[in-house]
């Protein structure tokens, strides 16, 4: 029987990302600028989700945007109109970004005088858990439509995250969520996660939101 030597890819592609993230948040931090790296299913309300966040902060920050999609420039023709400098990343069939991907982004944003840059990540809940792009911080969105159960079925990305944003709150009295199990389902899975309300449509929970943003921006900067 030949005998034959087996690689294993996968973990040393993970590794040398993770390399790559390390060198990248270190550069973030020697330019002061904190990166937010924001992900969810599509059609939670991630885009409209950013614009309101730029509004909300856009007078006391200079935020810069990277929208992250297989193809087309729909979001980022939409979160150009609040002003905020943005890029439109195309990943090419890629259903996520990884390290290297995040650092062309940030090369082709500039982040000369950014304070807060947002990467909006390519919408699923499965490949953009596994990769670290190098953010400062992870986010991601739960759209109530989604349903409560999606900690169960997607446990790494609640795993990951420093925040979860239930979004579409306003549309609760037309869906059966529970937001007491929900809560109890994010929690096991990751205790210290911040959870926090919101309806970008409405703009319930942004202020809220808007404030863990303003606090980690000054954390990241030492202030």
Not at 100 to 120: N, P, V
Not at 199 to 221: F, L, M, P, Q
Request: charged share 30%; net charge negative.
């Amino acid at each position: 029987m030949d005998t034959y030597k087996v690689l294993e890819i996968k973990q040393s592609v993970f590794e040398d990302n993770d390399r790559q993230a390390d060198l990248l948040r270190e550069e973030l931090k020697k330019d002061k600028t904190f990166l937010l790296n924001l992900m969810s299913s599509p059609g939670s309300g991630k885009t409209t989700t950013v614009v309101r966040t730029i509004d909300a902060l856009k007078d006391e920050m200079s935020i810069g945007v990277m929208e992250a999609d297989i193809d087309s420039a729909v979001d980022a023709d939409t979160v150009a109109k609040t002003g905020a400098k943005v890029i439109q990343l195309h990943t090419g069939g890629m259903c996520h970004l990884d390290a290297d991907m995040t650092k062309q982004g940030l090369e082709g944003l500039g982040t000369e005088g950014i304070d807060f840059a947002i990467l909006e990540n390519v919408g699923n809940l499965v490949c953009p858990a596994e990769f670290d792009t190098g953010a400062s911080k992870n986010a991601m969105i739960l759209s109530v439509p989604e349903g409560d159960d999606k900690p169960l079925k997607y446990p790494l990305m609640f795993s990951i995250v420093d925040v979860v944003l239930i979004n579409k709150i306003d549309a609760v009295a037309c869906f059966n969520f529970d937001f007491d199990a929900v809560r109890e389902r994010i929690k096991k899975l990751n205790p210290n996660i911040k959870v926090i309300p919101i309806s970008a449509k409405t703009g319930e929970g942004i202020d809220e939101w808007a404030d863990w943003i303003r606090a980690e921006v000054k954390n990241w900067n030492g202030k």
